[in-house]
């Protein structure tokens, strides 16, 4: 597919390939998924479902078992619990490394003027975290990422199989990437 990319978008690729992130639906295999990951893969908590302080436990013992394995730890809603950045759709001062959340042109453009160092870009296809969402497909999400400046990370129903359907190598998944569906 000629989509795929431009000299100028492989140039700036610099963050992990492969992202695990974390939710209620897929708590109780991530430690399983964390270890089977590609070492120096990413790993996003973010377990709003949790109180804070068994949040921040569940933080420490899943951030542990990331770090064994040399990936990136990025948090949600929270900050100085020692991750390497956060995720979300506004950046967050002295936090580190800021991964957005994206879904259109606009607010591509808005994270990359507030600094974003990355951009997950979704929903790809439908996916059980929104279902009722409308979807990017794989030109919509094609045509979107070529307008960034930073990585993209595709999100949103995505999976190996998808992943290869979509022909990006930088993706998340939540209950793609669950220990048995790591390879």
Known sequence: MGLRYSVPVTSRQTLPLLWLLSDARNDAG??????????????????????EAERRQRFETLSRIARERSHSVILSRASGWGEDGHYGARRVEGSGLWLATTHDGDEIRDAISAGAAGIFLSPVFPTASHPASATLGVHGFHVLAQQSSVPVIALGG?????ARELDWPRWGAIDGLTSTNIT
Request: charged letters at 20%; proline letters at 7%; a neutral charge.
């Open 30 to 51: 991530l430690e399983d998924a964390l270890a089977a990951l590609p070492r120096g893969s990413g790993f996003v908590f973010r377990h709003y479902h949790l109180p």
């Open 158 to 162: 995505m999976n190996h199989e998808r």
